[in-house]
């Protein structure tokens, strides 16, 4: 039976009750510390502070992030892969610690936001991607090759994903897109794999993972956020069967949104 966990607090405690090596994907979306007052962004067309709440300005966001990741790395399977999401805010930080715990980077995938808001200001370039980081203990990890290709039109999938952003489901000010997460734990984890998201905002990936019938731990530190998370996972159905959903697409769709978990894995 499938096993979805939602834990409330801090995922620097919390993780540290997790057993070592248990974990096959883990996919985190940490704050990027890219609220305050030297960042800006544009609200209803004017420039505005960035403020995605408190829990995204973290004094050292160095420090955090060794805590987080080698918590992480602890828990992680031998053969298991880390996905860590981000902007330039904090991925020289993310990049420093995957080479300092001697982590094998796999690649950066490039996620480019066709629909990303314009940028008001007209001193640099509009910010349209986020940079995925995955990494792994060895260079022998689970990477459903086959599944990457088909997601990609038959074709070898490269590290740039062309995803654009979606309407927010939820209130929450970062939610990820589904078809994001789908990718990830299509191609990182298997039916039944377990799933580890320590920064689950709003839950999309609880909610993906549930779908395609993996199990999951979620952690999230705010409580309306975690509400939301829980409401969210909680409603959402395990689907039976993506051959039908695949036959159907016969490889024609460039950019295929897979609405069923596939049995035959
Ligand atoms: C970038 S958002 C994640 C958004 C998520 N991927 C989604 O699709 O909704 C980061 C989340 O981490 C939570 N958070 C921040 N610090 C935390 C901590 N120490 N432990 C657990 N959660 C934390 C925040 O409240 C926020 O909801």
């Not at 992480?72 to 892969?81: A, Q, S, Y």
């Not at 309407?167 to 939610?175: A, F």
């Amino acid at each position: 039976m499938l096993k979805i966990d939602l834990l409330k607090g801090d995922a620097l405690h919390l993780l540290k009750d997790i057993k070592d090596k248990s974990i096959d994907v883990i996919f985190a979306d940490p704050p990027y510390n890219l609220s305050g007052k030297n960042y800006l962004t544009c609200k209803n067309g004017k420039v505005a502070v960035c403020d995605k709440g408190k829990w995204d300005q973290i004094e050292n966001i160095h420090e955090f992030n060794r805590d987080w990741i080698r918590e992480c790395v602890r828990i992680l399977k031998d053969d298991g892969t880390l996905w860590i999401s981000g902007t330039l805010h904090n991925h020289p930080s993310v990049g420093i610690i995957l080479k300092e715990l001697k982590l094998w980077v796999i690649n950066d995938i490039i996620w480019f936001k066709p629909n990303a808001a314009p940028l008001i200001q007209k001193n640099r370039f509009a910010p349209s991607t986020e940079l995925i980081w995955i990494a792994a203990k060895s260079k022998k990890y689970y990477f459903d090759y086959e599944i990457a290709k088909y997601l990609n039109n038959g074709k070898q999938m490269r590290n740039l994903w062309e995803i654009p952003a979606e309407r927010h489901k939820t209130s929450h000010p970062t939610e990820k897109p589904e078809r994001l997460l789908e990718r990830i734990i299509l191609i990182g984890s298997k039916e039944g794999d377990t799933v580890l998201d320590p920064f689950m905002g709003s839950g999309t990936t609880g909610v993906v993972a549930k779908r395609l019938k993996r199990n999951f731990i979620g952690i999230e530190i705010d409580s309306d956020y975690f509400k939301i998370a829980k409401k969210r996972i909680d409603s959402t159905v395990m689907r039976d069967s993506l051959v039908e959903y695949f036959k159907q697409l016969g490889g024609r769709n460039k950019n295929i949104q897979l609405e069923f978990s596939n049995p035959k894995r």
